[in-house]
């Protein structure tokens, strides 16, 4: 089992940047694909970025592709995701998430076992 805990989240101005991290509990942080999503209020959580255990393989959704950056680093637990170029619809409590059972899991919330409590981030037109 692991314990995730996001956090970076903020205000930020249309334009800006913010990084996000999600620390990881426990020594099998690299036996894990992770995954980034988001969600507002009375929506489904969507889908944002995947990182494949190694980091050798990302996804992105196509409303983030060049904007946000997901990365891990395994020796200190973490993955991250460099978010720029913010606009004002990527408002949402982010959350990280993750996936003991496969090398690389991709935009579906239903194979992630474990997910953090969320980080707000609001862009302010």
């Known amino acids: 089992q692991v314990q995730l805990v996001e956090s970076g989240g903020g205000l930020v101005q249309a334009g800006g940047s913010l990084r996000l991290s999600c620390a990881a509990s426990g020594r099998t942080f690299s036996r894990y694909a992770m995954g980034w999503f988001r969600q507002t209020p009375g929506k489904e959580r969507e889908f944002v970025a995947a990182?494949?255990?190694?980091?050798?393989?990302?996804d992105y959704a196509d409303s983030v592709k060049g904007r946000f950056t997901i990365s891990r680093d395994n020796a200190k637990n973490a993955v991250y995701l460099q978010m720029t170029s913010l606009k004002f619809e990527d408002t949402a409590v982010y959350y990280c998430?993750?996936?003991?059972?496969?090398?690389?899991?991709?935009?579906?919330?239903?194979?992630?076992?474990?997910w953090g409590q969320g980080t707000q981030v609001t862009v302010s037109d």
């Open positions: 998430a993750a996936d003991p059972r496969r090398l690389f899991s991709g935009g579906d919330p239903y194979d992630y076992d474990y």
């Open positions: 990182i494949s255990r190694s980091g050798g393989t990302t």
